[in-house]
């Protein structure tokens, strides 16, 4: 909707008001042009030529800026088309918002003078107009593809998605914060870290050949400085990115991803925690739905037709909850054979998970309650099965799998104490140990991969096409 | 202010409403409970003990859970008192608001109940209760000093702050991009970058030695990863981890900091990324005064009592510009002798640009126009002074210097290919250039340095006590 102060807010958004060279134009937005109403008056237009026709009388263009999917239909004299204003091209265009007398649009935007800023070698720019390039090609060209309208639809829900997920936090009274990228934790999984190191040179002797002293990694995870500051804070909650120099070439990982991770003191309940993904995931994705509709029909129209349905349903109703012992009991019934055979104490597989979203009506599935040996040394022993199960959850979606993990902490220092010396750990992990001392409350938390929360709302196969730049084994572009 | 639905709102926040062990109780935060103007009934409070002061007839607690620097009173039977009540110790509060007959506070809480959920000894706990701690002290114990009011005061500011940034950009249109932490660019001043590697295994024979096939390092910039972006959106921004391995030990410099970063086409003046820093700086600063006043409060009354008045003068005023050549010229006629001689041609020091905010009357000051030889590749020549002085823009500000740098880029396809092949990067940089040949735009942007904006306006002197976890050379804790 164009509403009557629409000039001003467009005279505001672009910082050089009125145009210096025209003072008597107003610069609009393509998506602010489209969506005009009221017509302007005079204005100019910038974006990217999407496509040109050229008929006897009529000079038909589409310009794009990013703005939105729809284009803006630019009406011109045959005598403004030169060969530099081709599928690419960068122009500016002066003219007047009439009526369109097209159902397709509102308004279009009757050239007066239309003005290639910068051209576009057809020949050698690797997309063409109107053609729909498979995703596995466009992911060669990390620098040009967002130019494509699936790339760019993509990376507009993804910064929704970003701000939904700030949003629903700051509401409920988190407190944000930037949890370290490099970290000297090194004690999990040290296979998958990646190592932060200045350079190749060789210390000179008696010189410490760390930069920091120790040595240090990239972040696998926020949580345990979270848990720092849910010491604090009650409810805090980062977003940022976590790294795992894992090589895996599936399409589910990437060795830079993002993670939304929230921790919460005072609970007791595993219920608490698993309240909060659900209202999470369903914050985000009804303002995504809401503020993206076009983008997100892209995709449920041309990449995943199944998806729009099965969000629809997601949002309707309650997340199912089930235990890990009725889920290995579901799998073991299960018709079809897997891979690995389901087994009490066993991992479950990506094969298991989608089994049981399957089973459950292909609906978001919470899993609790997992093997105390499975599961990492922060994790609550459950009081009904001591070192038997702990108050872990996994949250499955649809065509994903895991999408989000949790539990609650162990906030017993006797309990904490005990386990880290049978692993060695309690030395390194004395501050981690000292919360348990001073102040202690129950408390837990979850981690949500960002990447793969698109993936799910928008039903992309690869995760390597949700992300801006990916990085993955063998490949960083740029 | 206490609103009508505020248990409803309460009763939301935490996500196990009502309390499980006492149905007719709603939790409250510490900083609803303060609020409170209608009396809520029985309520919960959890929290850490800030106080605690026993007399003959009644115990006074005050209790704190981050929701705000104030804390609630407690008021109790000295009965309740125990030995585990001590500062420091988490407590959960059951009991009626009511109203306060202290001047100092609205209401209070009548405790009912006081339940020690987390003790703390106090021996071993090294802050102590109504001290105020040396800053150099509290950086000791990161995983704690966050329990301090400085330090959760800064905190909550900090996340106000991140919030009023992704608001101001979202409110103008612009399309947030998560640009990439790892990076294959490397020819930026190698000296200052970390090396991302994966472990210390020397590779087989004919093995590729590195997890990307290429050297990979955190970036420094994610500058022209948005400038990829910004020609498909036209208006974009980051707000992410930046690195620098410099050997530095100063006030002002972090090997891991946060930089907002924003790019925008088609713009052909300086003028329209100065006044995007202007209004970024201006709006966000609004925001959080606004927002977190007892906080900012706190330093502006202990920490740096002459920043208050210079922010109201910063907010209200426009900003001095003045170009490069005229600020040698001020420096040359300065009164006072520098260090570093100024000289044109020279990069300006830490002391030059104190001096200038200085001499401009301690407002913030844009200096325009810089020399050619002294900025990196990208920045764009000044027409009317080729070679000479480029279209670069810095933000120094009081107490602080240079808080932003921005510039319009080279976007002339000949004059960029010749610049790159000049320093041998035309090769490394053909992506960068192919931006130039598809649809190029005349554009620009800037990065500001989050944490020095925090000093900036809280006055605080050191940068590692304005971000969680600070890392610089020989330290990594946690």
Chains 1, 2 share one sequence.
Not at 190 to 196: C, R, T
Not at 293 to 311: C, M
């Amino acid at each position: 909707m164009f509403r009557a102060h629409c000039l001003l807010v467009a005279l505001r958004r672009c910082s050089s008001a009125p145009c210096p060279r025209h003072p008597q134009v107003a610069r609009l937005s393509v998506q602010e042009a489209q969506e005009a109403q009221e017509l302007a008056g005079d204005v100019k237009v910038q974006g990217w030529v999407r496509s040109v026709r050229s008929h006897k009388e009529v000079l038909f263009l589409h310009i794009n800026d990013g703005s939105s999917l729809a284009n803006l239909q630019v009406v011109g004299d045959p005598t403004m088309e030169n060969r530099d204003l081709t599928f690419g091209s960068a122009v500016e265009v002066q003219g007047k918002l009439i009526r369109s007398l097209h159902k397709k649009q509102n308004v279009e935007l009757k050239a007066e003078n239309i003005r290639v800023i910068g051209p576009c070698d057809n020949l050698k720019f690797p997309f063409k107009t109107r053609e729909r390039h498979p995703l596995e090609y466009t992911r060669q060209f990390p620098h040009l593809r967002c130019r494509t309208n699936i790339l760019s639809s993509l990376l507009r829900v993804r910064s929704e998605a970003t701000a939904a997920i700030h949003s629903f936090f700051k509401d409920n009274g988190y407190v944000h914060i930037h949890t370290p990228i490099i970290t000297s934790n090194d004690c999990e999984g040290a296979g998958e870290l990646f190592q932060v190191r200045t350079s190749d040179k060789v210390p000179e002797p008696g010189e410490n050949p760390h930069f920091f002293n120790v040595p240090a990694f990239l972040t696998v995870s926020g949580q345990l400085h979270l848990e720092v500051m849910a010491g604090a804070f009650t409810q805090v909650f980062t977003f940022g990115p976590t790294f795992r120099a894992e090589n895996s070439q599936s399409r589910r990982h990437l060795a830079e991803f993002y993670m939304v991770e929230a921790e919460i003191s005072f609970t007791e309940s595993l219920q608490d925690i698993i309240q909060v993904m659900e209202d999470l995931f369903k914050a985000a994705t009804s303002v995504v739905l809401s503020k993206c509709p076009q983008d997100v029909e892209l995709f449920h129209k041309y990449v995943s037709p199944a998806q729009k349905g099965r969000l629809e349903q997601m949002l309707k109703n309650k997340f199912i909850i089930i235990s890990y012992t009725e889920a290995v009991e579901i799998l073991k019934q299960a018709p079809q054979t897997f891979v690995f055979q389901p087994e009490w104490g066993c991992d479950l597989q990506t094969e298991h998970e989608k089994y049981l979203v399957k089973h459950c009506g292909e609906v978001p599935v919470f899993v609790i309650n997992y093997p105390y040996d499975l599961k990492p040394f922060y994790m609550r022993d459950n009081e009904d099965e001591p070192q038997r199960t702990v108050a872990a959850v996994d949250l499955l979606v649809p065509g994903i799998g895991e999408l989000c993990g949790g539990s609650l902490r162990e906030e017993r220092l006797p309990f904490l104490q005990s386990r880290l010396e049978r692993l060695g750990l309690a030395h390194a992990y004395q501050w981690y140990l000292d919360l348990r001392q001073f102040g202690s409350t129950p408390h837990g938390g979850f981690g949500m991969g960002f990447e793969r929360y698109l993936q799910c709302v928008l039903g992309m196969e690869n995760i390597k096409d949700v992300i801006p730049f990916p990085r993955f084994p063998h490949s960083c572009l740029l």
